[in-house]
């Protein structure tokens, strides 16, 4: 199963503070922990939201709306793709992670939908564009 590894963000975060060179080199160690177990797919960090938009849809319009944005709590500093056999080793690499903030933080695990869990809805038609679509991105990477 695929999840995707949401890291919160923290007041210093969304301020802008970089990590220090410990924090950086710790995650770097995690990080090639979680290549070599073959579990990471992605991983990269984000930019306060100062620096992000947000399009607001609504019928045919839409709207943009400029960060920063409040509740940093609702944010995301970070995230990893990883593929793992259960909710349950996830969660255990989890555990496993540095403090990716300077201050307490969390880290939230949401499973990735694959096609399977769409149902009848998702066509054979469907699914073969998604497989086109798929192998289009591999292949551009």
């Not at 802008?16 to 710790?26: F, R, T």
């Not at 579990?39 to 938009?53: D, Y």
């Not at 969390?106 to 998702?122: H, N, S, Y």
């Amino acid at each position: 199963m695929r999840v995707m590894v949401i890291v919160k963000a923290s007041p210093e975060s969304e301020a802008g503070q970089m990590p220090s060179e410990q924090l950086l080199a710790d995650m770097g160690r995690y990080n090639e922990e979680l290549v070599k177990a073959g579990v990471m797919l992605a991983g990269e960090g984000l930019h306060p939201s100062s620096k992000g938009v947000r399009v607001q849809f609504s019928g045919e319009r839409r709207t943009v709306v400029d960060g920063p944005f409040s509740e940093t709590k609702e944010l995301i500093a970070g995230f990893w793709l990883w593929q793992v056999r259960s909710m349950e080793e996830a969660i255990e690499w989890v555990r496993r992670c540095p403090n990716p903030q300077l201050s307490d933080s969390e880290i939230e695990i949401r499973p990735v939908f694959e096609a399977d869990d769409f149902g009848a809805e998702f066509t054979p038609e469907l699914r073969e564009q998604e497989e086109r679509l798929r192998m289009q991105i591999a292949q551009s990477n």
